[in-house]
């Protein structure tokens, strides 16, 4: 039987920072208040062996002998600290992180002394730059 | 010089204690390191060479890296900038400044040539969980990192800004971020790709030279490149190399660098986690940080920084916030302070010694203070001291406020400051959306005041100077244990 940890945070933010647009694919599943039992949900558990977060749909109950089969599950509140009694937690789904087909950008070496001029020619930049604003500011 | 020979350094002065017995990453690490800080007052680094679950070879940390003592937490930094030993706090910012207003480009090697590539972990092989990232606090919603330097570059001008932010890994390939709007590198993500509906490519350095991380903590202005702060610091170029799945430059010789991607609208939650603050912090709303590649040294060491109440390695992020008001107070025509204190056992309070030129000059200097970048995390209680004041000690700082503050009228209060998601007051949709905030000034001088002050008694007022030189001359012959402890103006 393995075990979960729920957090829930009755005070967490709501805001969604930025002021751009709406988020299209949220991903957010902070719990303010316990889970409704026997009732299928989204929500995010963590793994207290790893300390990984994963989001699963499940099913959730306070009494453990209600659910035969269930995980456990360990409730943690922000404010208050872990319950004292676990609940139970039987994972129908779980999503796994998208693993997205990367390629390494093609690179040829830099010889020495492009290094050296990469500087030169940033630092020559700059100085024409400084000079053309003094030149500006007269 | 890059993190391991910080180390070696540091273990040459006799001031690094290495640990090969097993330490757990998750609480314990931290646990030991913030113990360390409180026993020694920062006198010594840790070296964690046997990480649970990562021992041989899959990782290792350091502790106390950046912190420097109670009375003088410059000092690890001025040691990492090659500064003598017995540099005062004024010799060291006057440094910093110097070095500071010659910034030094940073020079780009071949990624063959780069220790931060000795591994390459693409696609599925790149798990953040394979790294010892550790679990800090009980209360933490997950591991954290919170000293690194997150990369991204302004799509417009080509910028790159490197900043500071908690990063929290969720899972093997996603983190997020505590990524306030109003920061450089979040704004950027949010005004220029996520507003164009466009994927922002990231990385994340972990464990350079160890003023990279001072460097990515400094409120630099928006358009200044921290990599020429850092070439600057350290007197010389830092070596950087283009990352593998995107073209951002990175420090050639990090212990780690995690390469990633931002898509637009995305959000996960993110937190709590446990601040330099002193309080754990609620959940926010972040972006989805997803990772493609990982690079790193073989046997990487990373930081296990442990946040909170007391000193830590915080000493190694205030500098460039103090230099940061000190700038700004020049800038807008007051007379720089010599000094500005941020107190990192008590991060909401700042004090200095301030000399005003006319009585108008303490408004500004609370307007100047109020509203500027670097006051959105620190400094909600500002306490002006006189000139001559030494405001390194936090008790002679309430002794000033005891003498000379006068409750009735002279205060300053911020109006519409923003508000920060590390303060504890108000709720937290208020410290997300930065309203409601506040920020007081206690005028502690005795400057331009409508009265007069009455005559201070004290050893260095009531004593004429024959007096305190004789005493001094006499002090040992009298045959007390201690020292004479005197405060004349021209010691301060």
């Known amino acids: ?138 | 010089m890059d993190l391991r020979e910080a180390i070696k350094l540091l273990e040459k002065e006799g001031r690094l204690i290495t640990i090969d017995q097993e330490v757990d990453w998750y609480l314990e690490a931290c646990a030991i390191t913030g113990m360390m800080y409180r026993v020694n007052d920062g006198r010594y680094a840790v070296l964690y060479n046997n990480v649970k679950d990562y021992y041989p070879d899959k990782g290792r940390l350091i502790g106390n890296l950046w912190a420097g003592s109670r009375r003088r937490p410059w000092e690890r930094v001025a040691f990492f900038m090659g500064l003598p030993k017995d540099i005062t706090r004024r010799q060291f910012l006057q440094e910093v400044t110097r070095r500071e207003r010659n910034p030094v480009k940073p020079l780009e090697i071949s990624a063959g040539d780069a220790p931060c590539k000795e591994i390459i972990k693409m696609g599925k092989e790149a798990n953040l969980l394979d790294l010892p990232i550790t679990f800090s606090h009980g209360t933490d919603g997950g591991r954290y990192l919170t000293i690194l330097g997150i990369i991204n570059q302004d799509p417009d001008t080509g910028w790159t800004n490197i900043g500071n932010y908690r990063w929290m890994v969720k899972s093997p390939r996603r983190g997020a971020a505590l990524w306030q709007m109003g920061q450089h590198g979040p704004t950027i993500y949010y005004m220029k790709y996520e507003a164009r509906g466009n994927t922002m490519p990231f990385c994340i350095a972990l464990g350079s030279d160890p003023l990279f991380f001072t460097v990515a903590c400094a409120p630099l202005p928006a358009g200044y490149c921290e990599y020429d702060f850092v070439g600057a610091l350290r007197d010389r170029p830092l070596e950087v190399v283009r990352a593998e799945t995107n073209n951002l430059l990175v420090p050639a010789d990090a212990e780690v660098i995690i390469e990633g991607e931002v898509r637009p609208g995305e959000r996960t939650d993110e937190g709590p986690f446990g601040e330099y603050s002193g309080y754990t912090q609620g959940r926010n709303i972040s972006p989805i940080f997803r990772i493609n590649c990982i690079t790193m040294r073989k046997n990487p060491i990373l930081p296990a920084h442990t946040e909170g109440i007391r000193w830590n390695d915080e000493c190694g992020a205030i500098i460039g916030m103090e230099t940061g008001y000190l700038h700004d107070c020049e800038r807008f025509g007051l007379k720089r302070p010599k000094d500005w204190w941020l107190y990192p056992q008590a991060y909401s309070l700042s004090a200095m010694p301030f000399e005003a030129t006319c009585p108008e000059d303490l408004k500004r200097l609370a307007q100047v203070s109020f509203y500027s970048k670097q006051s959105v995390f620190n400094g909600n209680l500002l306490i002006p001291c006189d000139p001559d004041v030494d405001t390194s000690d936090i008790r002679d700082v309430f002794e000033q406020v005891a003498l000379n503050y006068d409750p009735r009228t002279v205060t300053f209060s911020g109006q519409d400051v923003l508000n920060s998601p590390l303060n504890f007051f108000t709720d937290a949709d208020s410290r997300a959306k930065y309203i409601d905030g506040g920020k007081r000034l206690w005028d502690a001088t005795t400057q331009f005041k409508p009265w007069s002050y009455p005559r201070k008694v004290s050893f260095e007022h009531a004593y004429p100077l024959e007096v305190r030189e004789r005493v001094a001359e006499t002090w040992s012959k009298l045959g007390f244990d201690q020292d004479i402890e005197r405060k004349e103006p021209e010691m301060l």
């Open chain 1, 1 to 138: 039987m393995a075990e979960y940890e729920l957090l829930i945070d009755p005070v967490a933010s709501k805001s969604v920072k930025g002021g751009t647009a709406a988020p299209a694919k949220s991903d957010v599943n902070v719990l303010e208040t316990l889970p409704p039992e026997n009732k299928e949900i989204e929500v995010e558990l963590r793994d207290p062996r790893r300390m990984e977060s994963f989001k699963v749909r499940a099913i959730f109950s306070s009494k453990p002998e209600e659910l035969p089969g269930a995980d456990i599950l360990w409730i943690i509140r922000q404010d208050t600290g872990r319950f004292k009694e676990p609940w139970a937690v039987k994972i129908i789904e779980r999503f796994e992180d998208e693993v997205k087909e990367v390629e390494a950008i093609p690179r040829r070496k830099l010889s020495l002394g492009e290094r050296k001029g990469h500087m030169l020619s940033d630092l020559l930049k700059e100085r024409e730059s400084k000079m053309a604003e003094k030149g500006k500011n007269k």
